[in-house]
């Protein structure tokens, strides 16, 4: 296995749109997500009308990587060999003695399945971006607020939890300012995206002067995603890429075959019948990684052109991407800003503009920065106080160094590189920090032996 990875020797560059391509800000965002859940919960089913007040920093329960065991109302973090390193329930953090009590030092039940990633099941939501998160303080709130009522021990709540997202994202919530996630974005575009920072539009283009293909796969329907891209980088959006794919059900694009996800053309945003084979770029709904990479055979001339696939979702774009279509991936992680960024000694005295653009935007402490949960990448076991304490790297920190190329903070971070620059990638025989850029988080070090910004 080589031990660089280089953007020049790609052919193929695709990206994922919301949280990779399309910055959002996370605090507003956040916020309007959990409103659109919590109002449909009280008025549409019932629950406690408390659910709608939220105090100023009550989003600190979001963190990544977090399972709700749904029936039992719990929250864990999960250790890389699948022990518990924290658990809630509801919004209740446990001590270390509840957790060995109800946990002990042995794998979580339901490991097994999570760790296959097949995050969806009866049992457990894995939450693993951005979207998914606030509906997880909702739920640790509505397990609060039953067990006020009458102390259930097993809960019933998931469903209607289900279907607030339902009505909140369905295909024809947009058009039908269904809810209230889309009639606010789109009230309020400012409010809730960032724009694509010119350095990244100058390196979209560069990408295409080079000859490189680029693609946009999004699981956001094409009505949602046209607002988005216009938003962000301009009316000519489409102009960026060869191919634009909407509502493409990820992970599933990568893991089914033709006959069970086959590609659809659309007609004012109306997906129509479905096509047979993909032959040529365009715009396209659903689809296959299969029959994309035929496609992408033809356009490049290659038998086997290299892909890379940029996304922020471990589940739905980089374990599938590696997994199932062997593409390179780089795994956009804005938990790296949550560090205070890491400076070696000889670099501080460049010129602020060669220290690239992701050091200003870790100053103020950021949204992903969970108190209650800690760090996303490394925890200590509970319940060792007096031993020697062991810091362990969590299930979420193991599966950016198996499943990704590199992991990055956000593309601007890497768009003023030239595109032979040499990445250390992640592979097995390399440290379990190889494939961090710009470093890696200062949990991963040891001791923490990095000078910190002054």
Known sequence: ????????????????????????????????????????????????????????DSLD???????????????VKLAEDGTVLRASHGTRSMTPEEI????????????NTVSGMVSRSAKYYLYDNYFDLPGAFLCARVVDSLDQQDGQKKYDFWKDMVAAIQHNYKITAF??????????????????????????????????????ILLLITSSHSDYCRLLCEHILG?????????????????????HTPNQRPFRILENDEEQEALLSLDKPGWYSQGNAIQLYE???KMTGKL?????????????DIFPAHHYSNWETVFILEELLGDKVTVPAEAESEPVEKKGKYEGDSLKVPYFASK???????????????????????????????????????LEAIADLPLDYRFTRFSSNSSATAGYYPSPPRALLPNEESVTTK
């Open 175 to 212: 058009k039908e300012d269904c809810g209230t996630y889309f009639p606010e974005v789109k009230n309020h575009p400012d409010k809730y995206l960032q724009r694509c920072p010119e350095s990244v539009k100058k390196w979209l283009k560069q990408l295409k002067s080079a000859g490189k």
């Open 295 to 297: 496609l992408l055979k």
């Open 100 to 111: 060995l009590e109800t946990y002990g030092r042995k794998e979580w039940k339901h490991f």
């Open 372 to 410: 209650q949960w800690g760090s996303f990448f490394m925890d200590r076991l509970p319940g060792l106080e007096n031993a020697e304490e062991t810091l362990v790297r969590t299930w979420s920190c193991k599966c950016v160094s198996t499943y990704s190329t590199i992991a990055i903070p956000s």
């Open 1 to 56: 296995m080589q031990r660089y990875f280089c953007l020049a020797d790609c052919d193929v560059m695709g990206f994922d749109l919301d949280h990779t391509l399309c910055r959002y800000h996370l605090p507003q965002s956040a916020r309007l997500i959990y409103d659109s859940f919590a109002q449909y919960l009280v008025m549409e089913k019932g629950y406690d009308k408390d659910l709608l007040t939220l105090a100023p």
């Open 235 to 255: 009316n000519d959006f489409e102009e960026y890429f060869d191919v634009v794919i909407t509502n493409a059900l990820k992970p599933g694009f990568f893991s």
């Open 61 to 75: 329960f979001c963190c990544k990587g977090l399972v709700l065991d749904i029936e039992e109302g719990n929250f």
């Open 304 to 316: 086997d052109p290299k892909v890379v696939y940029f996304g922020d979702s471990m589940h739905s």
